[in-house]
């Protein structure tokens, strides 16, 4: 398996723009999670997933900030409008039980 | 909610010596785990050891490993033979079935190896 993929690993947005960040999971995984991560906040959890259905989103700073997971290999978070707190580096990962694995982050930058 | 304590902003150590990393957690679970994870500059999130909380035994591996105090509750990390790719973030992090599996992480300890 080639572990949890997330892209792009660089995104640069001009602020009020839509930014969508993509994850595919692993195979078999059952659970999926979204993290922020900055220097001031350290590593939030967002929202996470099990069997493809939201199960608690109250990470989600505010309505700006969307996820979805259409099917068990995909899921997107939306953010928009877009605003320069915004930015910081998103990561999601996948795991079975106690086993997680984390994609390589996206670092967002809202300018 | 869980929530985890690294108290030590940053750490440092000599090269071949050994560092301990501190982490206390809250919680009123009875089943959970507890992890360490390393995250050098390329921002990769790297499993270090896991500790599951009803095994007594610490668990080690290679150069790492815990100290579990559940009591106390209490999850330290150390480090032996320090080598300069240890550099990096180190968080400690919870998860357990009342939480939804999610991992709840402290606010990380920069260790900083020196030749």
């Known amino acids: 398996d080639a572990g949890v993929i997330q892209s792009p690993r660089h995104e640069v947005t001009e602020m009020g723009q839509e930014v969508t960040l993509r994850c595919k999971p692993i195979?078999?995984?059952?659970?999926l999670f979204w993290y922020r991560q900055t220097m001031m906040r350290g590593l939030e959890l967002l929202i996470y997933?099990?069997?493809?259905?939201?199960?608690?989103d109250s990470g989600m700073p505010e309505d700006r900030f969307s996820a979805k997971m259409p099917n068990a290999s995909f899921s997107t978070l939306k953010i928009q409008p877009s605003e320069p707190r915004d930015s910081a580096v998103y990561f999601c990962?996948?795991?079975?039980?106690?086993?997680?694995?984390f994609g390589s982050g996206t670092r967002l930058t809202v300018v | 909610a869980q929530t985890v304590t690294q108290s030590q902003p940053e750490m440092s150590v000599q090269e071949a010596e050994t560092v301990t990393l501190s982490c206390t957690y809250d919680t009123s679970e009875s089943d959970y785990y507890l992890f360490w994870y390393k995250q050098p500059p390329s921002r990769q999130m790297i499993l270090v050891i896991r500790?599951?909380?009803?095994?007594?035994q610490n668990a080690t591996e290679n150069r790492f490993s815990v100290n579990f105090q559940k009591a106390a509750k209490s999850f330290s990390l150390k480090i032996s033979d320090s080598q300069l790719g240890d550099a990096a973030m180190y968080f400690c992090a919870y998860s357990g079935s009342n939480s939804g599996y999610a991992l709840n992480f402290g606010k990380g300890t920069s260790l900083l190896v020196t030749p």
């Open positions: 500790q599951e909380a009803y095994k007594q």
């Open positions: 990962a996948s795991s079975r039980g106690y086993g997680y694995t």
């Open positions: 195979s078999g995984h059952d659970y």
């Open positions: 997933f099990n069997n493809n259905v939201p199960i608690d």
